[in-house]
């Protein structure tokens, strides 16, 4: 069942668990991600950087596919379908065009007028379709598709104003997170998270989950965080069992067995981190 972010993400802020956010990169993927989910019974959003999506054909692909998987493997969870870090208007309006049910517009690199202004255009166009958004405020760094920036944390009063002035659904305020894994020791910054989420109505979300100690997700989770995005965790489990099967077998040629060869690794992986998330239903 395809749906918006906000009936899952507002239960997981009230009853204080997080929402996983796996970003999808292949057919394969999302495949394995919806089996593993529905048979945990827990909602999950699919997220979809520009860089994947440019990588398999385009939005109108991915929501084919997509609401093909839902369809043929029976999937009935909540399943939303997100952009992951849409850096204009314009990317947000073809998702939402080919069927995405959510949307992150991240004008975060802006000043903050010109991130409202940005941010309200496409809420305007979202939530008339019956689309969520997700905004950034201060800026995540790390590495994203290729890109590496460094990070600019988050103030209550930047949340406020953004949020006020523009009615988005979820908010990604940066406090110490980063994209990719981390150098050195995660700085979250937990008082700063809860004081935002005590002060705002709508569901808190962190991004850069890879890599950051199980008791600082714990910790996240308890001040505020309602999603947690994830990506290059599932990457390297998934890429280390495929090494495996090539380096074990070199007579292996269809691509089928070489991309399925990383299944269990990326499924077992989904579990351990929706059960860390205290995900439920």
């Known amino acids: 069942m395809l749906v918006n972010s906000k009936e899952m993400l507002l239960n997981a802020k009230k009853n204080h668990y997080a929402v996983p956010h796996f970003n999808i990169n292949n057919l394969e993927w999302a495949k394995f991600i919806l089996q593993k989910c529905n048979e945990l019974n827990i909602p999950v959003i699919l997220g979809v950087s520009e860089g994947a999506a440019n990588y398999m054909g385009g939005f ?27 850096t204009c208007k314009e990317t947000c309006i073809k998702a939402i065009d080919a069927g995405f049910t959510s949307v992150m517009i991240d004008a975060s690199r802006h000043e903050l007028e010109e991130n409202i202004k940005i941010t309200k255009e496409v809420v305007d166009y979202a939530h008339q379709r019956g689309v969520t958004v997700e905004a950034e405020v201060g800026h995540i760094g790390g590495s994203e598709d290729n890109i590496t920036s460094t990070s600019t944390n988050a103030t209550l009063n930047d949340c406020l104003i953004l949020y006020n002035n523009t009615g988005i659904d979820s908010l990604a305020p940066a406090l110490g997170s980063v994209h990719g894994f981390y ?64 380096q074990a077998d070199s007579s292996v040629y269809d691509p089928r067995k070489i991309i399925g060869s990383g299944e269990a690794s990326l499924k077992n992986k989904v579990e351990e981190i929706v059960k860390l998330f205290g995900t439920r239903n």
């Open 60 to 86: 109108n692909t991915i929501s084919g596919m997509v609401k093909g998987l839902i369809n043929d493997l029976n999937i009935n969870i909540p399943v939303c379908l997100h952009v992951d870090h849409g």
């Open 183 to 246: 150098k050195g020791e995660p700085n979250l910054d937990f008082e700063t998270m809860k004081i935002i989420n005590d002060n705002i109505d709508i569901p808190l979300v962190l991004h850069g989950g890879s890599g950051i100690p199980e008791d600082k997700i714990r910790k996240a989770i308890e001040c505020g965080i309602s999603k947690i995005n994830v990506n290059t965790e599932l990457q390297v489990v998934w890429s280390k069992a495929v090494r495996e099967k090539l």
